[in-house]
C-alpha cells in the first residue's frame, strides 16, 4: 500500500524558513517524480515543486521560485520541501504526492494526509 | 501556462441523481487531464486520468469524457459518499501543473 506520511508543519513568522518532510512507503521510491501541492484555506489545489526520480531535475511555478526548494534522498525513501522568506500568502495545507511516471510526470496518483503551515506574526 | 476553469463552483443533487461537472482548458490538451476528489477534511483522491481512465478502486459510477479543450466528470446514481469537492488537472503542457478551481458537490 501506498503510504505518503508528511511532517515539519507549524506555525511560522513572515520571512522566517521551515523544512517540511515527507516518508514515503509501499513503492520504489527512486522511481517516481515527486511533488508537493498546496490548498490555502478554503480554496482550491496550487502546484508547488517537482523533483525528477534522481533529483537532478526540479520544477517550480513563479510563485515560489527562488524561495522554495525541493529535494529527495530516495536511500531514506525521503521527500523534502524547504521554504524560506515565508509569506503570508504561503498560509496553506501542504501535500506530498507521487506523480505517475510513464515517461513524463503528469498527474498526482497518491497524496499524503497533508501538513498545515501558518505563516503569521 | 494553460488555464483551467471549472464549472459550476457547486451543485446541489439529489441521491440516485447523475452529475456532471465540467471543465474548460485555454487551450487543446490533447487528453492530459485527471479528475480528483476531496472529501470534507481529506486529501484529494485521483478519480480518473488520461481524460476517461477509472483509478485503481474508484467505483464504476464514476466516469470522464471530453476532448481538445472540454471535458466532463460524470457521477451516475449519486450515493452521500459523494459528497466532496473535484478538482480537474492539466497534464499535457508543464510547468506548470495547473488545476480548476474546483467544484463543490452537496447533497439537496
Known amino acids: 500500500e501506498v503510504q505518503l506520511v508528511e511532517s515539519g508543519g507549524g506555525l511560522v513568522q513572515p520571512g522566517r524558513s521551515l523544512k517540511l518532510s515527507c516518508a514515503a512507503s509501499g513503492f520504489t521510491f527512486s522511481n517516481y517524480y515527486m511533488a508537493w501541492v498546496r490548498q490555502a484555506p478554503k480554496k482550491g489545489l496550487e502546484w508547488v515543486a517537482t523533483?525528477?526520480?534522481?533529483?537532478?531535475?526540479?520544477y517550480y511555478p513563479d510563485s515560489v521560485k527562488g524561495r522554495f526548494t525541493i529535494s529527495r534522498d530516495n536511500a531514506k525513501s525521503s521527500l523534502y520541501l524547504q521554504m524560506n522568506s515565508l509569506k503570508s500568502e504561503d498560509t496553506a495545507t501542504y501535500y506530498c504526492?507521487?506523480?505517475?511516471?510513464?515517461?513524463?510526470?503528469?498527474?498526482?496518483?497518491?497524496w499524503g494526509q497533508g501538513v498545515m503551515v501558518t505563516v503569521s506574526s | 501556462d494553460i488555464q483551467m476553469t471549472q464549472s459550476p463552483a457547486s451543485l446541489s443533487a439529489s441521491l440516485g441523481e447523475t452529475v456532471t461537472i465540467e471543465c474548460r482548458a485555454s487551450e487543446d490538451i490533447y487528453n492530459g487531464l485527471a479528475w480528483y476528489q476531496q472529501k470534507p477534511g481529506k486529501s484529494p483522491q485521483l478519480l480518473i486520468y488520461n481524460a476517461n481512465s477509472l483509478h485503481t478502486g474508484v467505483p464504476s459510477r464514476f466516469s470522464g469524457s471530453g476532448s481538445g479543450t472540454q471535458y466532463s466528470l460524470k457521477i451516475n446514481s449519486l450515493q452521500s459518499e459523494d459528497v466532496a469537492s473535484y478538482f480537474c488537472?492539466?497534464?499535457?503542457?508543464?510547468?506548470?501543473?495547473?488545476f480548476g478551481g474546483g467544484t463543490k458537490l452537496e447533497l439537496k
Open positions: 504526492a507521487r506523480q505517475n511516471t510513464m515517461g513524463t510526470p503528469d498527474y498526482f496518483d497518491y
Open positions: 523533483i525528477s526520480t534522481s533529483g537532478s531535475r526540479t
Open positions: 488537472q492539466q497534464y499535457y503542457d508543464y510547468p506548470p501543473w495547473t
